[in-house]
């Protein structure tokens, strides 16, 4: 890690713990180079960061200072409540219809499912990949098969160890991206016909393919910030014959959330006392604002319920398609299905990302990510609360790079998301993210572009047509 993100992540920890007060001046650069032993200019990279996650700010010819938190913004939203029943899904055709209107490039893409390609080091990337290829052993495709590179599964596992997960390179299956983990983790554990609970909001794709596999869904109330409500899931599990669970612990998409250590070890504790796996879908924990790394619920398995899902698509490679489940005792099972699929994820992907990882440029590519990513949060935090009218409220995302929005009740989502390609602005409606096409008064935003004077505009278009229908 470097030095000066040593020092961000320290005076972070000081400011979380409450020893550095909202108000309190910290220490000078000056004073923070002598004591820390470094160059003024390693103190200042530390200190910018600190202002882009929006915990300090500069006075002038005063110093740095702990900000309030939030200050000004649009109040945050309260728990989901959706109804405790289980429904067949049929949201693909609506889906279908937004994401159809939404792709093309010449909107400005605040309902993109990804950040901008422009953050990941793709020419390195590729470079890497071209450098595989003309190393590529005759048998690759055939070593590669199920569960896939051994190298990539030894650094994903090495990965897991940052995180408090004791994983085994053999207990991990290289799929081509989490999406197809997820399908491959509901096919392990679920029959035609069942049910499983789900947070709500949750991601479209995880609600069609739900729907594809001929599933039920009970959607569980859902805390913005602490995510899935663990009484009503319980609740859930007596009232329900539930076979699974698929959930994002970690900056849940669209709503942020994060559930705490705690949560996350309770929420394994009720599913096993239930015999309840888990389907942990863990895309967006890389990309954390703060100084540690959440832990995911995977971390507090001991008896291989969690089927956890991760990917490199948010966070390095969209385009290469590489993702991963550590099944835990569903492993074997995971590994037929994907031979009887898709057979195996290609070779050169893995061979390129194992070696990006293998060499030490993820790291510094993730520290570089991260800094944007909270930037660019605080730019859409501001501009949403200045632009949109009142009776709005917005999520507090900690990582990740989505927010979601509660609009006034009179604003409906799909007449908006109308509106707003008129405009030449593509957003995300609530109905989307919901098996009982909730939350029509609701929209998510993507942050993970650069914030340009255009996306300032689009903002505030948003918020001007949100008020013509309020």
Same mark, same amino acid.
């Given at each position: ?52 996650? %929006?915990?300090? $700010? *500069?006075?002038?010819? @005063?110093?740095?200072? &702990? ?6 913004? /649009?109040? +945050? ?99 081509? %991206?989490?999406? $197809? *983990?997820?399908?491959? @983790?509901?096919?392990? &554990? ?6 499983? /609970?789900? +947070? ?271």
């Amino acid at each position: 890690m470097a030095r000066y993100q040593e020092i961000a992540d320290e005076i972070a920890s000081l400011i979380a713990r409450g020893t550095l007060r909202v108000g309190q001046r910290i220490p000078s650069v000056r004073k923070a180079s002598t004591q820390h032993k470094v160059s003024a200019g390693t103190v200042l990279q530390a200190f910018d960061q600190l202002e882009a996650r %929006g915990l300090i $700010e *500069a006075r002038p010819q @005063s110093g740095y200072y &702990v900000r309030a938190q939030h200050s000004g913004f /649009a109040p +945050e939203p309260q728990s989901t409540a959706p109804q405790s029943r289980a429904v067949q899904l049929d949201v693909s055709e609506l889906v279908f219809g937004v994401l159809e209107q939404i792709k093309h490039r010449e909107l400005v893409p605040l309902g993109s499912a990804f950040p901008s390609p422009e953050l990941f080091p793709l020419a390195r990337l590729n470079r890497m990949a071209a450098a595989a290829a003309r190393r590529q052993k005759t048998w690759a495709s055939v070593d590669d098969l199920p569960p896939g590179n051994a190298e990539l599964r030894h650094q994903i596992a090495l990965r897991y160890l940052e995180s408090g997960c004791a994983v085994a390179p053999d207990d991990i299956v290289i799929t081509c %991206g989490a999406l $197809e *983990a997820i399908n491959l @983790s509901l096919q392990a &554990v679920t029959r035609p016909g069942d049910t499983v /609970a789900i +947070e709500s909001p949750t991601f479209y794709s995880t609600l069609q393919a739900i729907e594809r596999l001929g599933l039920r869904a009970v959607e569980i109330a859902t805390h913005p910030r602490t995510g899935i409500e663990l009484d009503a899931l319980e609740v859930a599990l007596k009232s329900h014959n539930i076979k699974a669970c698929v959930l994002v612990t970690t900056f849940q998409n669209p709503l942020g959330a994060c559930m705490p250590d705690e949560n996350k070890a309770a929420l394994i504790k009720l599913l096993k006392r239930h015999d309840v796996p888990l389907i942990e879908d863990d895309v967006y924990a890389e990309l954390y604002f703060g100084a540690e790394r959440p832990r995911p619920a995977k971390a507090f398995d001991k008896s291989g319920l969690v089927l956890h899902c991760g990917s490199f698509s948010k966070c390095l490679a969209p385009g290469y398609r590489v993702g991963w489940v550590a099944a835990g005792r569903y492993r074997t099972q995971v590994e037929r299905i994907k031979l009887m699929t898709t057979l195996s994820t290609a070779s050169l992907p893995q061979a390129a990302i194992a070696a990006f990882l293998k060499h030490g440029a993820y790291e510094r590519h993730l520290r570089h990510l991260r800094h944007t990513l909270a930037s660019q949060c605080q730019e859409m935090m501001r501009a949403v609360s200045q632009h949109f009218p009142e009776g709005c409220r917005m999520t507090r995302p900690e990582g990740g790079y989505m927010l979601w929005i509660e609009l006034p009740k009179s604003v409906d989502a799909l007449q908006l998301h109308q509106l707003a390609l008129d405009q030449g602005i593509s957003i995300a409606p609530g109905p989307i993210f919901s098996a009982q096409r909730k939350y029509r008064n609701c929209v998510r935003l993507n942050f993970g572009y650069p914030w340009t004077p255009r996306v300032e505009k689009a903002v505030k278009t948003l918020g001007r047509l949100t008020t013509t229908l309020a």
